[in-house]
DNA sequence: CATTGATGGTTACATTTACAACTACTAGCC
DNA sequence: GGCTAGTAGTTGTAAATGTAACCATCAATG
């Protein structure tokens, strides 16, 4: 049987990301369900919460990128669990600005070297130019979706709303 | 840049592949979804069947790839569809082969050009030399995860083996 | 200030998904 | 044959998710 089969998927990029995609995480998603009992939404904003002094639930529906539901569930489930306390914005009081607890900034430093090192161990195999050339591929789309600078495209970019919060910076 | 802050994201793997997936899938989601009501799962292996004459359960979660249950309910609404057409294997009749029926390569081939339309307006800015650049990338994972031949590992799942599956050129 | 419209965030409900049994069947062994 | 173990695929149930409605607050206008 030659192939006559048309090579959509080949190059479907949709579809070959998110199958790379799901690959990639199939290692590390067991660490952060099973091993710490997050979610995935709970896992992403523990991390972008890592990286940022303080964000509000707008903020962190831009940077994770999720929507509201998911986002406002993963602070409750992480406030519950004490990782995350919310202070209520005085200038707007709709507003809050979730911040990690001391608590959650441990979790996190004991949660992300396992995760590291679970994908380090799966890149493993791959030579510093093939690291290179999936980084460069990567960085195109980044560049394309404005995500590049994860830290450029920052609240600034979800400014449509420009609210009061911290810049990162 | 003064940021203490550890990039973690940025070079994040899984992270950055995750959000790249679902960026890039944001606009053709819709097309299978509403436009043609199928969930995900169902559209993936319709995408497999379209690609191979014809599939059984398992070999469909290994290319899709899927949890068994995820493939079984796209097989029966599929079917109930009438896109899908199981029929027993005589020799082992715990398997049931699943192909397209006339209706349903009509189908993919209704909704095929729309969701590669709608991709390419995606990618529309970017220069040959970016999706060079991007398809080196991905394709550097895809030999690591033993993907890129995909019409190498066919209804006998034999090629698993992680060798160098014959590369599709 | 009352009214209107917009926004940050939460809650409710229907759909999807994950995980764990379960059925049907095959295969090996005595 | 009858027993056990293993595999292909399905079904039941609880958790997760998407969508839409919702509440509280703010800002603009009369």
């Not at 006559?4 to 190059?11: E, G, H, K, W």
């Not at 093939?130 to 460069?136: G, H, I, K, T």
Request: charged residues 25%; positive net charge; aromatic residues 4%.
């Amino acid at each position: 049987m030659g192939k006559v089969i048309a090579l959509f998927l080949r190059t479907y990029l949709p579809y070959r990301l998110n199958l790379l995609a799901e690959l990639t995480s199939d290692g590390t998603r067991e660490i952060y369900r099973k091993r710490h009992g997050l979610t995935r939404p709970e896992w992403r904003v523990l991390v972008n919460l890592a990286e940022a002094p303080s964000l509000t639930a707008s903020a962190l529906c831009a940077r994770v990128p999720a929507h509201k539901t998911k986002v406002s569930r993963a602070l409750v489930a992480l406030e519950r669990r004490g990782w995350v306390r919310r202070t209520v914005d005085q200038q707007d009081r709709r507003v809050s600005h979730a911040a990690l607890t001391a608590q959650g900034q441990r979790a996190f430093a004991a949660i992300r070297p396992e995760m590291e090192a679970a994908t380090e161990a799966l890149l493993a195999p791959l030579t510093p130019q093939e690291r290179a050339r999936l980084d460069e591929g990567l960085a195109v789309l980044e560049r394309l979706f404005g995500v590049a600078g994860q830290g450029a495209a920052e609240e600034g970019g979800a400014a449509q709303g420009g609210d009061g919060a911290a810049p990162l910076e």
